[in-house]
Structures are given as structure tokens and as C-alpha cells.
């Protein structure tokens, strides 16, 4: 496994609008690079170890909602420390224990080579338990959100897939969306950018809080 990281230099948490690093890795479904998915969104999700509770409840969770981030042109990949055959293993028993088959690659990072790329390991951490980290990688291989969870709380996948959607809408057309929005939701317009458009909208029923309907054919869909 290797990184375009270097593995020496000091780590600092990657922040939105920064580009993804890329890394060479093998995975459940061979060796893969990621910047394989350039083109598509990409959902980079880590764990601190396999065979967790919590873990395996987000794997069997986004392998039944796999369709739906497709439909959105976003690959889902994992990324752990543990070992290409523990991985292979874990899938295995998933699949064994609840019928499903995990839809997704999980990449090994046994040297954490990634995690700290990604800022998601101190320098100096004796392991990874803070290794629960999800980035939203855009088509041009840019961060465009980050969430971070504890080890005991497992993710949303309703959040992610809304997250995703959000951020491809806001893309389309200059607007913004709302708290909660999801497609076909109402959205917001930016804010005036000078005193002369604020002025002229005075008699708006909230000039700093306009709502429009979505006109997105797509995101209404």
C-alpha cells in the first residue's frame, strides 16, 4: 500500500476545498487507486477496526442503500488499519450473518499512511481509534464536506445521502439550500452582495431569507 502523501511529513486536517490526496491501495475488490473515481463523487469513509458493532451496522446499512448513492454518481470506499484478510474476512461474515453482500471496496491502511494523509490520525497516535471520518470527494477530486463521529455512534446514511444531493444541487444553479433540505424542497437564493440591492429589496417579506421553489427538474425527482 502507498500514498502520494509523504509518510514523514507532519499531519494537518484536511479542510473543505482542499484536494483529496490520492493513494495506491489494495482493496476486497483488487488494487485500486483513487483517483480511479476521478469523474464521479466519492464517499471516503474510515473505521478504527473490523468486526465493531457499529461498523458492521453502517457497512450492511450503505450496502442495502448502494442503488441510491449510483443514482447520484457516488462510489462509496472504506478504509481501515486492519489487514486486507481481516477485511475479506468481515465481508465474508456479514455476509454470512445478514445475507448481505457488501457493495463496496474497503481499503487496508495497516501503517495509517492514509489516516494521517487525511488528518484523521495525530502524529504521534498509537492507533486508530480516531479513525471515523467521512469526506465528500467531488468529480474533481475535491473535499467539498467533512463529518467526523466517535467510535459509539454510528453514521446516517439518510444524512449522507442528503449531504451529497445538497452539495450536487448548490452546484447546478446559484442557490443555497435550507436546514434539512432534501430534493424537491424549496431553496434559498444567496444574500445581496451590496446596500443597493438590499435597499431595493426592502419591501421583501425577508430580504436576507428569500425561498424559491426548487425549478431543478432533477433535484425534484
Request: net charge negative.
Amino acid at each position: 500500500m502507498s500514498s502520494n502523501a509523504d509518510e514523514n511529513a507532519v499531519c494537518s486536517p484536511l479542510q473543505i476545498g482542499d484536494a483529496a490526496p490520492d493513494f495506491q491501495a489494495r482493496s476486497t475488490m483488487g488494487e485500486m487507486n483513487l483517483s480511479d473515481y476521478r469523474g464521479r463523487w466519492v464517499l471516503l469513509f474510515s473505521h478504527p477496526a473490523d468486526f465493531t458493532p457499529v461498523c458492521t451496522s453502517e457497512f450492511i446499512a450503505l450496502s442495502r442503500a448502494s442503488e441510491r448513492f449510483a443514482a447520484l454518481n457516488c462510489a462509496l470506499v472504506a478504509v481501515s488499519v486492519d489487514s486486507l484478510y481481516s477485511h475479506l474476512g468481515w465481508v465474508r461474515a456479514i455476509h454470512e450473518h445478514f445475507g448481505v453482500t457488501v457493495s463496496f471496496p474497503v481499503v487496508e491502511d495497516p501503517s495509517m499512511v492514509i489516516g494521517r494523509a487525511y488528518g484523521m490520525l495525530a502524529d504521534d497516535a498509537p492507533d486508530a481509534a480516531t479513525l471515523r471520518a467521512t469526506f465528500f470527494i467531488d468529480p474533481d477530486g475535491i473535499i467539498r464536506a467533512r463529518l467526523c463521529y466517535p467510535a459509539t455512534i454510528g453514521r446516517s446514511v439518510e444524512e449522507l445521502l442528503r449531504v451529497i444531493a445538497a452539495l450536487q444541487r448548490v452546484d447546478k444553479t446559484n442557490v443555497v439550500t435550507p436546514e434539512g433540505w432534501r430534493p424537491g424542497d424549496d431553496v434559498l437564493l444567496p444574500p445581496y452582495q451590496d446596500q443597493v440591492s438590499a435597499l431595493d429589496a426592502a419591501g421583501d417579506t425577508c430580504w436576507f431569507h428569500r425561498t424559491r421553489p426548487d425549478q431543478d427538474t432533477e433535484a425534484g425527482k
